[in-house]
């Protein structure tokens, strides 16, 4: 022999660098991927934030009202008839008209009473409704202004860019600095934002529809899935007998978890709507869609759940003589619930953020009433997004972001929910 | 004691086999018949012709075994032998394990467990198990015990579930340890602890028949020491077959002892005689620790 053999720490030596060095590289590889990811999510929320932050506030202008009994209330008796149905726009027209006493010709004086939004005529109208003592009162008002004007104050129309290509004439943005000037206006809280459902005007319209139609969804969604997919999960982990039959069916379930969404749309037309006459864009179709897509996701969650249950505790409930369902319901189910909540939430959290299966049932709609019950028409939080983001008002893009912020607080809230749920069921050990 | 006419005719068993008794031969050793005093007059449990199968794995072979009252069976054998599959066998815990099944008659006080209109429910309350590995329910110390007496109705109101699970807890030797903290959960105790906490949730749904399966092989020497003494107390009372895989457990707790091998029972005696004395060769080679 040449050399003495070597020993073996020795050998182990040799091999010792390269071997950290691959577990650094791995380490840092994790490192990297995780840190673009990150990168990417704060880029997303700095936008999502950006844009959509400014939809949370409003420009208002003050207008002096004059509610004109010539106008309002010709006869003179307070007759709520007449008092609905009175001409306000002429009362906003003049009222805007009087804070610009020089502006002459058609077009200009018609341009001019555009400044206020649409929607003060209807704020009137609802103010001498309540109380019809205003009539023939003179008084100053806070309305929200024109969504281009709210666009403008913000800064998001640029003065330099040629007349032409701006959606504000010189003249119109000379009309609102006066305005500014004169301390009449004022960025408030857009609280019609949270209150109101879709409308044609940016400022006028809100998320609540929206998110209550999303709401309703849900509700009929987890009512319906939850119970019926913990169900079909016990049956098949616990009670089914094993033969061609189960596993064909667990196989298709494992393979409707992967089925698009956008069948389950089409599937929904074609049953809940064709064929059961259910009303189109209800909350209560759009459920039943959303639990067909729903089912597979808790009912493989709540398997693997009951799975993971230690077997000695199974044997030792059946030990003491408890029954098959006795011991699946006191001691089985509590400790799979955090598993099964856990799916079931996951499950929701899809629910929520589904668009396709919705078009395909009437949900995209233009609905200016907040629903009220399950079979109300509505949209969903992700359509009413969906139609926002459509628009070319650029009033609409920013409230479309806005709303993406509240779908996100939702989606957040219920994560919440699901860990504030499971540490309930853990903590009884 | 009940159990003694047992043991004298196991004896005389015993002396009938010893004057028979030839060289260690290969026949003898090829041997797969029960030797011994398998039966016992005036048995709790009486299994005749046993077979369990595991699909095609044939595990308990024509098992036939008297369990006496009111004593102590134990039950030796190299791992794998079928000592846990017969144990099973005797509270039908086996109907849970797809494509287990079972031939023969095992009858508890003259019924049989495996009639038609026989429902595992009570059986299992009259034949309580105690598994390898302590599994208490993950609750309360008062709920583990409970537990069993509110499914069963066997107490009228609260205070009552309360006496018993004062007395369940006292009889396993855990009063003392445990009684300013039943509110606490029984995984938190220790592992003999939990143990005797499971041989506590046994007996307090006051079964006839404690089946016992390695109940110390998790547990460390004191501990062990601790659930023998309760074993040996018990047995005073109940009727319990042990699987073991200590022979010195075996000689302890026990006054019978029947040896497996491979899904054969080979030999059934009283202890002192199974380990002083055995019979067929196997045993032998089992207990001097040639085999096993
Ligand atoms: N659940 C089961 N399914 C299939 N085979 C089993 C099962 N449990 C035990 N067996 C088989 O039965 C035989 C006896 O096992 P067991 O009764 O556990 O032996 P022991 O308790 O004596 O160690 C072994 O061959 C084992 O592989
Ligand atoms: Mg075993």
Redesign the interface.
């Known amino acids: 022999m040449a050399t003495p053999p070597k020993s073996t720490i020795e050998r182990v030596r040799a091999t010792l660098a390269r071997r950290n060095r691959a577990e650094r590289r791995f380490k840092n590889l994790g490192r990297a991927a995780v840190l673009l990811g990150l990168v990417f999510l704060v880029l997303m929320f700095v936008n999502i934030i950006s844009t959509g932050y400014p939809a949370f506030w409003q420009t208002y202008v003050k207008l002096p009202v004059y509610f004109d009994p010539q106008v309002v209330d010709p006869q003179g008796n307070r007759d709520r008839e007449t008092l609905g149905s009175a001409d306000y726009g002429a009362l906003v027209k003049a009222s805007v008209r009087s804070l610009f006493p020089e502006v002459e010709g058609r077009r200009d004086r018609r341009d001019v009473a555009k400044l206020a939004s649409r929607g003060t005529v209807f704020q009137l109208r609802r103010m001498v409704l309540a109380d019809p003592s205003l009539v023939g009162v003179r008084t100053e008002i806070w309305v929200p202004v024109d969504d281009d004007y709210d666009m403008l104050h913000k800064g998001n129309v640029d003065r330099t860019l040629p007349e032409a290509d701006r959606r504000l004439s010189d003249r119109k943005i000379g009309w609102f600095d006066r305005l500014i000037a004169e301390g009449r206006i004022e960025s408030r809280f857009n609280a019609t934002f949270f209150q109101a459902g879709d409308s044609r005007e940016p400022e006028l319209a809100g998320i609540w529809g929206a998110a209550m139609g999303s709401f309703f969804m849900l509700v009929v969604t987890l009512s319906l899935s939850f119970p019926l997919g913990v169900a079909t999960a016990v049956y098949l982990e616990e009670f089914a007998p094993?033969n061609r039959v189960t596993s064909l069916i667990e196989v298709n379930i494992n393979n409707l978890a992967a089925v698009p969404s956008i069948v389950f749309g089409l599937l929904g037309l074609a049953v809940f709507i064709n064929l059961f006459g259910l009303p189109r864009s209800a909350p209560l179709v759009g459920g039943l869609v959303l639990t067909l897509m729903t089912l597979p996701t808790i009912i493989i969650a709540g398997r693997a759940a009951l799975t993971s249950v230690?077997p000695?505790?199974?044997?030792?409930?059946?030990?003491?003589?408890?029954?098959k369902l006795?011991m699946i319901v006191?001691?089985v189910l509590?400790?799979a619930m955090p598993g099964m909540l856990t799916g079931t939430i996951i499950g929701m959290a899809r629910a929520l953020g589904e668009t396709a299966p919705l078009l395909m049932i009437g949900m995209v709609a233009f609905v200016v009433d907040i629903p009220q019950s399950v079979t109300d028409a509505a949209t969903a939080l992700p359509v009413q997004i969906f139609l926002w983001l459509d628009s070319p008002e650029r009033a609409f893009v920013e409230r479309a972001s806005a709303a993406i912020m509240v779908l996100l607080a939702f989606l957040i809230a219920m994560n919440a929910l699901a860990i504030v749920l499971r540490r309930r069921f853990e903590r009884?050990? | 004691m009940a159990h003694q006419p047992g043991v004298a005719v196991m004896e005389a068993g015993a002396l009938e086999f010893r004057a028979a008794e030839v060289e260690d031969t290969d026949e003898r050793r090829e041997s797969r018949e029960t030797v011994g005093t398998p039966f016992a007059d005036d048995p709790r449990m009486t299994c005749r012709d046993v077979n369990v199968y595991y699909g095609d794995n044939h595990a308990i072979k024509n098992v036939s075994l008297d369990i006496g009252r009111e004593q102590v069976l134990a039950m030796i054998g190299p791992s794998g032998c079928g000592k846990s599959t017969f144990l099973r066998a005797l509270n039908r815990m086996n109907d849970t394990i797809d494509g287990c099944r079972m031939t023969g008659e095992i009858r508890l006080d003259g019924q049989d467990i495996y009639a038609k209109d026989m429902d595992v429910v009570p059986l299992r309350a009259l034949v309580g198990m105690v598994f390898q590995k302590p599994n208490p329910f993950p609750k309360s110390i008062f709920d583990n015990i409970a537990y069993g007496v509110r499914i069963h109705g066997l107490a009228e109101s609260k205070s009552e579930i309360e006496g018993i699970v004062e007395h369940s807890l006292k009889r396993a030797g855990l009063w003392e340890e445990v009684n300013d903290r039943l509110d606490q959960p029984g995984t938190g105790l220790s592992g003999g602890q939990q143990q005797r906490l499971c041989i506590a949730r046994t007996i307090a749904v006051s079964p006839e028949v404690i089946l016992m399966d390695e109940p110390c092989s998790a547990l460390d020497p004191i501990a062990t020491a601790k659930v023998e003494d309760l074993i040996n107390e018990l047995g005073q009372d109940y009727t319990i077959a042990i699987v073991t895989h200590s022979m010195q457990q075996a000689a302890r707790v026990s006054q019978r002892t029947a040896y497996f091998h491979l899904g054969d029972l080979l030999e059934v005696g009283p202890t002192d005689q199974i380990f002083t004395n055995p019979i067929h060769p196997l045993t032998e080679d089992y207990i001097t620790g040639r085999f096993g």
């Open positions: 094993r230690p000695s505790i199974r044997e030792a409930a059946l030990g003491i003589g408890a029954s006795q006191h001691h509590p400790l009884r050990w």
